[in-house]
């Protein structure tokens, strides 16, 4: 098992910045890539960003593409999302996800956090 704890969330202004956080304990966080997934009212789950195993390797929506920023820190496990030039679209719940595989498949994560609020007033 593993448990996944989401923070950073918030209200922020359209242009602004927010770091999210994933703290994950249980088994070895190294073993798992990561990733951010949104929800915004009334819409579908999301894939917004994702990160290899070891770091490294990243990949993101287009949506998001130069904005935002996802990384990981293996000794401490936890998983970053640096949001920058925030937009009243990117209102969502935010959930980190921890799977096997790089994906932007939903539905291939095991592990899923509670999801923290990120409001974008424009």
């Known amino acids: 098992q593993v448990q996944l704890v989401e923070s950073g969330g918030g209200l922020a202004q359209a242009g602004g910045s927010l770091r999210l956080s994933c703290a994950a304990s249980?088994?070895?966080?190294?073993?798992?890539?990561m990733a951010w997934f949104r929800q915004a009212p009334e819409k579908d789950r999301e894939f917004v960003a994702n990160?290899?195993?070891?770091?490294?390797?990243?990949s993101s929506a287009d949506s998001v593409k130069g904005r935002f920023i996802i990384s990981r820190d293996n000794d401490k496990n936890t998983l970053y999302l640096q949001m920058n030039s925030l937009a009243p679209e990117d209102t969502a719940v935010y959930y980190c996800?921890?799977?096997?595989?790089?994906?932007?498949?939903?539905?291939?994560?095991?592990?899923w956090g509670q999801g923290t609020q990120v409001t974008v007033s424009s």
């Open positions: 996800a921890a799977g096997p595989w790089q994906t932007t498949d939903s539905r291939l994560y095991t592990y």
């Open positions: 249980g088994r070895t966080f190294s073993n798992y890539a």
């Open positions: 990160i290899h195993r070891p770091g490294g390797s990243t």
